[in-house]
């Protein structure tokens, strides 16, 4: 059984960064794409960056430059560093992994709050 678990979401000031992980275990083949999303109450769930495998990197418009997303396959660990923070980068953050016959899996969530 596949778990993704998620840890590094803080509150943080407007201008401050974190780092957020994502461990995954279990049996996981042939990954088509590892990301990153968030939700807010009331909206949908969006895309923050995504690596698809042989592909480019993929960011929103509105973490260019600030956030990166990385992998570390020897540990079975996603990252995603978050710089320049901002109020609006106030979210639930998710991380999915999509695998084998693009199942998507998902994290429970680590909350990231930006005071102003």
């Known amino acids: 059984q596949v778990q993704l678990v998620e840890s590094g979401g803080d509150l943080v000031q407007a201008g401050g960064s974190l780092r957020l992980s994502c461990a995954a275990s279990g049996s996981i083949t042939s990954i088509k794409a590892m990301g990153w999303y968030r939700q807010v109450p009331g909206k949908q769930r969006e895309l923050v960056a995504k690596?698809?495998?042989?592909?480019?990197?993929i960011y929103a418009d509105s973490v260019k430059g600030r956030f990166t997303i990385s992998r570390d396959n020897a540990k079975n660990t996603m990252y995603l560093h978050m710089n320049s923070l901002k109020p609006e980068d106030t979210a639930v953050y998710y991380c999915?992994?999509?695998?084998?016959?693009?199942?998507?899996?998902w994290g429970q969530g680590t909350q990231v709050t930006v005071s102003s």
């Open positions: 999915n992994i999509v695998a084998g016959l693009f199942k998507n899996y």
């Open positions: 690596i698809p495998t042989g592909g480019s990197t």
